[in-house]
Every structure is written in C-alpha cells, then in structure tokens.
C-alpha cells in the first residue's frame, strides 16, 4: 500500500478519528466543500465527479491484502457522498447570488441527511452497501449523498413557501 493512497483513503488519516470515523469525515467534508466552492459551482461540481476515480483508485490500494473490503478508516467515499449531498447548496447560492454561507440551513441539513441515509442504508444505500467491492465501498455513500441532496432541495422548497 502506497502512502499516499492511505492518505487519500483516509482523508489525510481523519479515518483513524474514534468513534465514528465517517461523521468525522463528514464534518472535515464541510470545510473542504466551502473551499472547493470558492471556484463556483462548476469547479465543485467537477472535484466531485474527481473524487469517485480517486476514491476507486486509493480504496483498492488500501484494501489490497486486507480482511476487510471496507475497512472503517477508509472515508473518502464519506467526503464524496458528503459533497454530492452539498450540491444543492452551492448551485443554489449561485442562481441567488448569495454568499455560499448564506445557505447556512441546507448546510446543516445537507451533513444531517447524508449521516442519516448513510448510518440506516436505506434502500438503495444498503443494496450497494453489500456489495463487497470497492464500488460498494464508493456507491453507497453516492445514492445516500443523491438522497440528502434530494432532501435539502425538498427543505429548501418548503422553507421558501
């Protein structure tokens, strides 16, 4: 195993962070989701999309010889269901023109659901999670990302009544 792709698996080693390795990972996604914001929506969008082949590549470093296929220090694929989740927040600052912390609400629910869908593996969530590759390691915190995202758009339409 490369030391750089346990770096990258690990979120720069917030996977070894106890309890809860993927809500720490989670938490860091925030501030990591703001400063990739800082380039727009697009460049967001975009290190999204990055994240999966780079998630591919350094899960199957690290699981390589291990016991596990999903090891819990493994959380990059928390930071990208993460951002999936928070795409609705930096689309939506930018057609309002608002400063993305302005958002403030869909932040918040944004981390809340995305912990939800993924903790319960509802659904689809826990039908890609049983798949012991490294695109259930990867997919899974994607639908439960697609789900939040789903969720804060949802809020957002409600609160804006």
């Known amino acids: 195993m490369s030391g750089l792709a346990r770096a990258v698996a690990t979120i720069g080693y917030v996977g070894f962070l106890r309890p809860s390795p993927g809500t720490w990972a989670s938490l860091v996604a925030l501030p990591l989701g703001w400063l990739a914001m ?11 999309i990055l994240l999966l ?23 990059i694929d928390e930071v990208l269901g993460q951002w999936v989740a928070l795409m609705p927040v930096a689309w939506g600052a930018w057609a309002a023109g608002a400063p993305l912390l302005a958002l403030w609400p869909g932040w918040i629910a944004a981390f809340l659901l995305f912990r939800f869908f993924d ?43």
């Open 38 to 48: 800082q380039g727009g929506p697009i460049l967001f969008t975009l290190l999204t």
């Open 53 to 75: 082949p780079l998630g591919v590549w350094a899960t199957i470093d690290v699981t390589r010889g291990h016991p596990e296929h999903d090891p819990s220090e493994v959380v």
């Open 119 to 161: 903790i319960l593996k509802v659904g689809p969530v826990g039908w890609l999670d049983r798949r012991p590759d490294v695109w259930g390691v990867m997919l899974d915190d994607v639908v439960a990302g697609v789900l939040a995202a789903l969720g804060v758009v949802g809020l957002a339409g409600l609160a804006h009544l």
